[in-house]
């Protein structure tokens, strides 16, 4: 299979700049470009912000060639696969890939408890109460963060900032503001901020209606004005992954296809994991491609190992029951599949185009 994501110029690859820059130890390529302007301006902070969904081919519609987001996109970079904010977020958190971090998809089946976990809440998919279960067995998918690093072995400080968790930020203001607050302490440190949006309205509403390009321009305007009032620092763009509006297939409405399942799917809607009942493998790749092959390509959990979709490194424990025996991917088409404990959404990501795979690099030297 061809794989579009670009394991030496991703946001791994992003993540392990970071590391280099802060004297940790990288287990991936760096991106060069990154290196070398680190190196020679010696920043007293370098700031990483993250929006969710802002995908590049999008930003490239939104904003005007003069916008701060547009003059200072210093290329497109892909995402990793799938193209989904669990593994993309925990990839430029950690400087590994998805393989080797072991976040996969924001539904994973995890073989020790059997269960398909919906991963960043903790609960099995479909229902509403935490997965003690799970939570035993958390530790087997990678915890530490850059963030972490830097505060544990170098003389140097790191924050991460999110709205939710313990020390949350309340909006997208507050957000810049400590940002700002911590950029003007003393010694070098390194900052990385999480917003949901676009990405939260994008689901609501799709990847291009109004109220997603008006929060892409707030978010353009109001870090242009946090940028002209810092010194001595690197600020880095970019995104987790882009968006696709979508139609649904409902699995329920091919019980051929049902009868077959050993559990329920897993991973994403557009990346979607399919477990097989032994005795129905050969036929479920028949009916799938009957029904769904002009919009999805599907894919033999042997063809995607062999193909490092899910990048290089060091394979996590966890991996090779997570993908199941076949992988399902929409590349050209809208569709996406739809079973129980899924959320019906009008756009969605973690498919194979271009809206969905590439993200933007945007590089604002402040030094």
Known sequence: MLVKNNYNGCLTNLACSIQKYFGLK???????????????????????????????????????????FIKNKVKEITTVFPATTTAATTSIRTGLNPIEHGWLGWNMYIAPINETITLFKNREKGKEEISNN?????????????????????????????PFGENKYNNLEEMLEIIKEECNKEGKKY????????????????SDDDKVKELIKIRNDKV???CKELNDSIIII?????????????????????????RTTSLEQRAVSFKIQEEYKEQFVKEFNNNFGNDFKLYAKSEIIKSHLFGYGDENELFREAIGDFIAIAENSNKCIITDGDEVLKSQHAGYSDDEIYVPLIVIDKC
């Open 134 to 162: 799970f939570l035993i067995v958390k530790e087997k998918l990678v915890q530490k963060t850059i963030t972490d690093e830097i505060n544990e072995n170098t003389q140097y400080s790191a924050i991460e900032l999110f």
């Open 26 to 68: 990288v287990k991936h390529n760096s991106i060069e470009y990154i290196d070398k302007l680190l190196n020679e301006k010696q920043p007293k902070n370098v700031v990483v912000i993250l929006f969710d969904g802002m995908g590049s081919r999008i930003l490239d519609r939104t904003l005007e060639k003069n916008s701060v």
């Open 191 to 206: 900052i990385y901020a999480y917003d949901t949006e676009p990405d939260h309205t994008m689901h609501d509403f799709g």
């Open 238 to 262: 970019t995104a987790d992954h882009g968006h696709k509006k979508v139609e649904h297939i409902y699995l329920k409405d091919y019980p051929k296809i049902m009868k077959m399942l050993e």
């Open 224 to 226: 242009e004005k946090l």
